[in-house]
């Protein structure tokens, strides 16, 4: 399969997401030492499920603070910190886990920068993971990104591929705002070879990772793995559609995307988090809007169903979008014949062949 | 909890046989998780069965009770079902909650068993709300609200305790000390203070006792359940410690968070084979009697298993019931 991802340096060692985006942060941190870490078990022997490990042996132990079981005020802590010009990377093991402080996040970080009247900044990262399979079960699982994207002076990213993991990292540290870092716990295990050392990948905005012309899907983090996978067998049926990976949720920028749906007339969203009120209905409203008179179709968009996340594997069978059905809504929305689709569908379940659905599909490791 | 039929009008031996069938549970999911058809985190109690016994025992069958991610033990001594706990962790039918939740969400509301809540201290307000509606009520039922003791750090534990002393509300929150909350220590999240100084700041009752003691703790609570119902909240130190992993089956002395020595020194203070040793001692259980309670209570362990395996996976279009009511 070619390559979703441009590497700045092919020859480059393949890592994964999540030891990419741990040598982001440490280049980041290296570069500058305002950079401090919080986190709970923020140098245990799980580091984050690794995208923490060695850092404090790398750059002093006191960088590195403990957050006791406290995340309403310790997040407030670390702004507080950020506004007295540090910049603090605060790390959870799940989004949930940033309920609990919802109200410093919605009103401390996204607007003291703005109350102030550009007085004080807030140069915070909150880096946060989405749980899924294994039985997580409703408050382990969600993903959460429109609540943060709802809220101006945020900004919200969903990083998907190890080298832009690793350079949109390095660019939210340094960023003067507070950077919402979604990370979803399946695109951890995602390989691609990785420029070493410093790399920075700008805030921008989506990325083109396949290109046609039959139909534009955008999707969100994880699930532009499973786009690429929907796009590939759709390719090789003869029918090239476009995947472009969101990669910033805020601020939106939608130019490439309206570009995009402008040469395919056709509108695809595949979001990582609830379909009701998500990042898709923002995009398909705004598109339709911007080029309503070029679209060939009515902008469709997936996403998780209007129910919590169940535990068991009988329940959340066919929760999450996949690549099949992915697959199908773009061909039906291209107007292949029925035949055809279940021709791509049953290539997709062949080459999954018999792995259950509650753990990371092998497929999507990479590299990329 | 109390009941005063046949053995076990004997609290010694209801207590014993209850331990006895958590820990017999518990090492049976721990002995079965590698056959990867529990497929959800779980969080094992063992070594802390004296307190969710000992607390519990104090308790009437319709006082509540609110949990956490480490939840089996509060659930199966409250009375809640062995068998709908099994089939809920295999994601089954049949499950408390239908597979909904799994194990870090276990309750069984006819028990008594309100709610497990898996997200640190979650529970600790609600626990102190149905206290709130049970003194409107005027039903003479308390409240039990189990913490861990990384609960002490979140704001609504503070916000709790405030309200239930203001309003006088019959609430026992029982912090199990099991000095680490996943792989830190106590020492490394909160600073060297007694832990029982928080409820009192709150002008709370409270007594400070050994979790791995039956006896003590089953003594102390049931000082702190009657206070309790008479209007004036309570709160229980019971200092103890988990012997697996923080999450899943296995141990985890090696990996370097704490020591092997460490483990030791508890893994001595077995409330089960303290309280079997001292039950022996004092005549209460003949000394060839343990074995076939073990025999008898592996049986409707087994029996629990083999129900949850052969209970059908609930179908996805289950999915969509209740999301309002
Ligand atoms: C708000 C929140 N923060 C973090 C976590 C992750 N977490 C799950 S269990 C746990 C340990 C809690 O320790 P304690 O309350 O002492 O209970 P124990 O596990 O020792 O029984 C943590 C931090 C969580 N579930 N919820
Ligand atoms: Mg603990």
Known sequence: ?368 | MQTTTGDDADYRLRCLKQMLRIRLVEETIAERYAEQEMRCPVHLSIGQEASAVGVCDALMSDDRLFSSHRSHAHYLAKGGNLKAMMAEIYGKRDGCIGGRGGSMHLMDPDAGMMASIPIVASSIPLATGTALSDKFDNNGKVTVSFLGDACLEEGVFHESANFAKLRGLPIVYVCENNLYSVYTNLADRQPDRPLTDIPAAHGIEHRHVDGNDLEAVRKAALWAVETARSGNPTFLQLDTYRWREHCGPNYDNHIGYRTEEEFQIWRARDPLERYRKMLEESGTLAPASFAGLEKDIQAEVNGAFAFAIDSPLPEPTEALAHVYA
């Open chain 1, 1 to 368: 399969m070619s390559m979703p991802e441009t590497t700045s340096a092919p020859g480059a060692p393949v890592i994964n997401m999540g030891t990419a985006i741990r040598d982001g942060l440490l280049e980041a941190a290296r570069r500058d030492p305002s950079v401090i870490f919080f986190g709970e078990g923020v140098e245990d022997p799980a580091a984050l499920f690794g995208t923490l490990k060695d850092i404090g042996k790398q750059i002093g132990h006191d960088r590195m603070i403990e957050m006791p079981i406290a995340e309403n005020g310790l997040i407030g802590i670390a702004i507080g910190a950020a506004m007295a010009g540090k910049r603090p990377v605060v790390s959870l093991q799940r989004v949930e886990f940033a309920l609990l402080a919802l109200e410093q996040i919605l009103n401390n970080a996204a607007k003291t920068h703005y109350v102030s009247n550009g007085r004080h900044n807030v140069p915070l990262v909150l880096r946060m993971i989405v749980g899924r399979g294994w039985g997580q079960g409703p408050e382990h699982s969600q993903s959460m990104e429109a609540i943060f994207a709802h809220v101006p002076g945020l900004k919200v990213i969903m990083p998907a591929f190890a080298e832009d993991a690793k350079g949109m990292i390095a660019a939210a540290v340094e960023d003067d705002n507070p950077v919402v870092v979604i990370e979803h716990r399946w695109s951890h295990y995602t390989t691609s070879p990785v420029a070493e050392g410093y790399v920075h990948r700008p805030l921008d905005g989506p990325r083109t990772v396949r290109e046609g012309d039959g139909l534009t899907i955008v999707a969100t983090s994880y699930m532009t793995l499973e786009a690429v996978r929907a796009a590939d067998k759709l390719a090789e049926a003869g029918h090239p559609v476009e995947v472009l990976d969101l990669r910033v949720i805020r601020p939106l920028n939608l130019d490439p995307i309206v570009e995009s749906v402008a040469r395919t007339g056709r509108l695809l969203t595949v979001d990582t988090g609830f379909r009701m009120f998500g990042i898709g209905a923002e995009i398909a409203s705004e598109v339709t809007s911007r080029c309503f008179d070029l679209l060939d179709a009515a902008p469709v968009r997936l996403g998780l169903p209007d129910h919590p996340t169940p535990s068991s594997r009988g329940l959340v069978k066919g929760f999450y979008p996949d690549a099949t059905r992915i697959a199908r809504t773009a061909a039906e929305m291209m107007g292949l014949d029925d035949a055809k689709i279940s021709a791509i569908e049953e290539d997709i379940l062949a080459a999954r062949k018999d792995i259950p659905l509650d753990v990371p599909d092998p497929f999507f490791k990479g590299p990329f």
